[in-house]
């Protein structure tokens, strides 16, 4: 399946920790859902049974020696096995897929927040998305002092446990793809209330959603 020839359509969300995203997933899919169209609500790393293993290897703070090449392969990993299982065929159907995070998220993180060569990750991330690219993607943008501090609320994980400045080169990176690619990546201020907040991503899709999500 290629982009051009699939009839759903691939939304991700994108964002720091503790930016909100969890929580706009779920209203943006009720919203979508109420407006006729079918929904598949994915996060990542997840969303499949090989896809959650790898998730718990990934996130468990125990795993401290995980070189940062192993991290980067087994994100891929996940991802591969996702759009192979769960992706194409709901895209396929015509669903509407929306994602919490995807290969910007290791463009962010790995490229960014861990220094990793940026065209080494691009080439990764065309390898583990198997060629299928998001319509669109929202990345939730919020200070990352107080994003941070939402995020560890209850309990570190093995990625949050990297700090502050971790998360800030994360932030830079995500803002660099943003300008880089500001037809398919949006920035959403992620600072206000979580209803206010739904209503600045819905009118960022809704050439794609169409205005009946809007108003659901
Ligand atoms: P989350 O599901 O709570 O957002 O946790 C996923 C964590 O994994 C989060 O800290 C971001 C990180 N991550 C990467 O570092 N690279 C990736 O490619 C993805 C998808 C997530």
């Known amino acids: 399946m290629s982009d051009a020839t699939r009839t759903g359509t691939f939304i991700t969300l994108e964002g720091i920790d503790g930016c909100g995203k969890s929580t706009q997933a779920a209203l943006l899919a009720e919203k979508i859902e ?3 169209r079918e929904v598949v609500r994915l996060r990542e790393p997840g969303g499949t049974r090989i896809s959650e293993k790898v998730r718990e290897i990934l996130l468990d703070p125990e795993n401290a020696e995980m070189a940062d090449e192993c991290e980067l392969l ?3 990993a996940s991802r591969a096995q996702l759009v192979r299982q769960v992706v194409v065929p709901a895209l396929e159907r015509g669903a509407v897929v929306l994602c919490d995070r995807f290969y910007d998220s290791t463009f962010a993180y790995q490229a960014g927040g861990r220094s990793l060569d940026e065209s080494l990750v691009e080439r990764c991330n065309e390898l583990g998305c198997c060629g299928v690219h998001p319509d669109r993607t929202i990345v939730l943008d919020l200070d990352v002092e107080r994003a941070l501090a ?3 609320a209850d309990g570190t994980d093995r990625l949050e446990a990297e700090g502050v400045a971790f998360q800030q080169r994360v932030r830079d990176a995500y803002l660099r793809l943003a300008e880089a690619e500001p037809a398919r990546v949006r920035l959403v201020d992620a600072d206000g209330g979580v ?6 991503i819905l009118s960022a899709l809704a050439d794609l959603v169409g205005d009946g999500a809007r108003h659901e």
């Open 34 to 36: 109420a407006a006729g």
């Open 195 to 200: 209803d206010e907040v739904a209503e600045r």
């Open 150 to 152: 939402r995020a560890t």
């Open 74 to 76: 087994l994100y891929e």
